[in-house]
């Protein structure tokens, strides 16, 4: 399995950035995904996840409504399109293959190195 993001990168507070993650070495479309982010000093802190066929996305309240997930199957690919970025949104932000479900949400078995976001002005 193998997980790579890009996309990252430094923006002024209300900034838009693209994330992407290329996945490979598994099914998936068949993988429940997630985005993922970690800031200095803090634990993983879950984003927003998808779930095969895009019917179904979650999202934690704190970006509802600035963030989107999704994917394209036949690219192999997971997005996280970001807008309205906020200084507290900087974070190392990577994906995840969740191995049950999307029952426990943040839950995953395999994840990328991740990409750098940073918000300031």
């Known amino acids: 399995v193998q997980l790579v993001e890009s996309g990252g990168g430094m923006v002024h507070p209300g900034g838009s950035l693209r994330l992407s993650c290329a996945a490979s070495?598994?099914?998936?479309?068949?993988?429940?995904m997630s985005w993922v982010r970690q800031a200095p000093g803090k634990g993983p802190e879950w984003v927003s996840s998808?779930?095969?066929?895009?019917?179904?996305?979650y999202y934690a309240d704190f970006v509802k409504g600035r963030f989107t997930i999704s994917r394209d199957n036949s690219k192999n690919t997971l997005y996280l399109q970001m807008s309205n970025l906020k200084p507290e949104d900087t974070a190392l932000y990577f994906c995840?293959?969740?191995?049950?479900?999307?029952?426990?949400?943040?839950?995953?078995?395999?994840r990328g190195r991740g990409t750098q976001v940073t918000v300031s002005s």
């Open positions: 070495g598994f099914t998936f479309n068949s993988a429940d």
């Open positions: 995840a293959r969740d191995p049950n479900g999307l029952e426990t949400l943040g839950e995953y078995d395999y």
């Open positions: 998808i779930n095969p066929s895009s019917g179904t996305k």
